[in-house]
């Protein structure tokens, strides 16, 4: 059983990291803020969604599990927030900002 955990963690937790590249080369080949914003939240939330459901087996209890699962829903809430704040800026300086 623990070698089935150790390998969906492995995969898990590689698959997010490959969707953290897809959001840096997305940050990078995309044209304006608002296609920058899009590639590193979708990528990002998804990203550390599999990396910490990786990490859920190997923890040692439920209250590392639930701290694991917080900082990840603290990490959302702060994201959403942050875009947010960078499109209405980006809006408000215009097309050419």
Known sequence: MSTALDI???VSVAAGALF??????GLLR???VFTH???LGKADNLGLGLVVLGLLPQVNGLLAGLKLVAIWLIVLLAGA??????ARAARRAGPHA
């Open 8 to 10: 969906f963690t492995v």
């Open 20 to 25: 953290f590249l897809a959001g840096t080369v």
């Open 30 to 32: 995309f044209p304006d």
């Open 37 to 39: 914003i899009h590639a």
């Open 81 to 86: 927030a942050v875009s947010q704040m960078i």
